[in-house]
């Protein structure tokens, strides 16, 4: 039966689900994002049927069908307790998802049934409709699916709940999705230096409609924190913990807020604490590695620091590490954490495996790489005292062109390292040469031709200046 499988494929296409929103699995680890899932629906209370039209779908990617259609049931009961007199509204999501996972096991027939119950639901919510709907609940739900596949995602999950809150501006799920996509948003636009989104007032927003929402109260308080009103911010922290004391999503988030506050015991505390609720969480692991770091840093500061102690700290950041990138292994900035620690204590060969490995991975984001030569160009500077190899790795970071909190603290290193180099009567023709590079990779083209002069004026018969020189010349 080609022939209906074939226009049974074109409708599929039409569908609005977890199938058509090019969700791609190599922007998450599986595990970690099923046990994210599972975490949600134990401890969010009133079971959601997004979270399971979720679960349905990784269960798909990771190749089991028979357990994505059990999700999808479980999803039809939740729906059925919690908004009975709107099933067909808010169960396009879940009949896409059937039919497509049919289509995946080869029942072509009972496809075509969910694919027509679909279009007959469509027809009759909407007089324009041709199977395509423009839905609230649907973009919202493609919102929060949105968030979960991670940062390549945020800006797809804002759009999405943007479009949602124009037929119901008020609806508190749509403003609690727009809030969280745009805080992490934000958090990625400081890390890459993209333009600022004013997410304090759309939290603000958030909390008032969500009230009970400890998740929304404690991004509130992040958001107050990092605007240097961190007192304001530890109010809602408190008057969430009456509300949630034990819910492992809040409690991630209030730890975060006490370890930048540097109180980092007491973070560690509701650590422990979450991690006893959510024992696979890779966040809550991440956290206590970066505590556990922040105390071996206060140590080594101390005169005659307890060196057991250091060393138990030492094990424990590792272990917490490990465990992330292991449950996670797309979490690219825990990879340079790990690599990090073992720096610290004289691991060299292991952490250069781990910048080695992670470098050959082609789908990191720009962001991502000018990180890691950053972090990689540090560990050749200050644990291998290996300049020259620093400077290289730097460059590398600078040679992508896009703006990030990684490129910037690249050039700054190698411009401190080049300018030390000279200023010490040092400074070769490899030195001004270099310079001269850093200099017109950042747009510098005045100052890269002073640099390249320099240069040729120390050594007269160096090729590669003076073609750079000509080249720079001709460009102006």
């Known amino acids: 039966s080609t022939i209906s499988e074939n226009s049974l494929k074109t409708s599929l296409l ?25 975490d949600h629906i134990k401890f969010v209370g009133e079971s959601n049927v997004t979270d399971y039209n979720m679960l349905s779908y990784v269960c798909h990617l990771k190749n089991s069908n028979e357990e994505a259609l059990r999700n999808l049931k479980k999803g039809e009961e939740a729906l059925q307790k919690c908004h009975p007199g709107e099933i067909a509204r808010r169960s396009l999501v879940t009949w896409g998802n059937y039919a497509w996972i049919y289509y995946h096991m080869q029942r072509y027939e009972e496809a075509q049934t969910y694919v027509s119950k679909v279009e007959n639901s469509c027809k009759k919510l ?24 991670g940062s390549n995602y945020f800006e797809t999950a804002k759009n999405c709940f943007e479009k949602a809150l124009k037929s119901e501006p008020d609806n508190p799920d749509f403003n609690a999705g727009y809030a969280i996509a745009m805080f992490r948003l934000e958090k990625l636009g400081e890390r890459y230096c993209d333009e600022k989104s004013p997410c304090l007032e ?7 409609l969500n009230p009970k929402n400890t998740t929304l109260l404690a991004l509130l308080a992040l958001q107050l924190q990092q605007l240097k009103r961190g007192n304001e911010g530890e109010r809602y922290i408190e008057q969430a913990l009456q509300i949630t004391p034990d819910f492992p ?9 006490y370890r930048k506050k540097g109180e980092v015991d007491k973070a560690v505390k509701i650590l422990k604490k979450a991690l006893a609720l959510t024992p696979n969480s890779v ?26 102690e250091v060393e138990n700290l030492i094990q424990l950041a590792i272990f917490h590490f490990k465990t992330v ?9 825990a990879h340079s954490d790990l690599a990090n620690i073992y720096a610290l204590c004289g691991r060299y060969k292991e952490a250069e495996e781990i910048f080695q490995e992670v470098l050959q991975r082609n789908y990191l984001s720009c962001g991502e790489k000018q990180e890691i030569y950053l972090n990689y160009g540090n560990l050749q500077l200050f644990h291998m005292h290996s300049e020259s190899k620093a400077i290289e790795y730097y460059i590398e970071g600078l040679k992508m062109e896009k703006d990030s909190y990684g490129r910037r603290k690249c ?8 300018k030390k180099k000279i200023e010490s009567r040092l400074g070769d023709a490899t030195a001004f040469g270099t310079l001269g590079l850093v200099h017109n990779l950042n747009g510098e083209k005045q100052k890269a031709i002073e640099c390249y002069e320099k240069a040729i004026a120390l050594d007269p018969s160096n090729e590669e200046y003076r073609n750079a020189l000509f080249e720079l010349k001709l460009s102006i």
């Open 14 to 38: 039409q569908l609005e689900c977890h199938f058509t929103w090019s969700l791609l699995k190599q922007y998450v680890s599986l595990e970690s994002l099923e046990e994210t899932i599972l």
């Open 126 to 149: 909407s007089s324009t409709a041709h199977g395509k709907i423009q839905l609230p609940e649907v973009y919202a739900e493609q919102g929060w699916a949105s968030l979960r596949f």
């Open 202 to 208: 759309v939290l603000r927003k958030a909390v008032e």
């Open 249 to 257: 999503i809040f409690l991630r988030y209030a730890a975060n807020f």
């Open 283 to 308: 966040f809550l692991h991440h956290q206590l590695g970066l505590c556990y770091r922040f105390k071996i840093f206060q140590l080594k500061k101390t005169m005659n620091a307890p060196q057991e």
């Open 325 to 333: 990138i292991d449950k996670k292994p797309t979490f690219i900035s």
């Open 411 to 418: 050039r700054e290193a190698v411009e401190k390292l080049l």
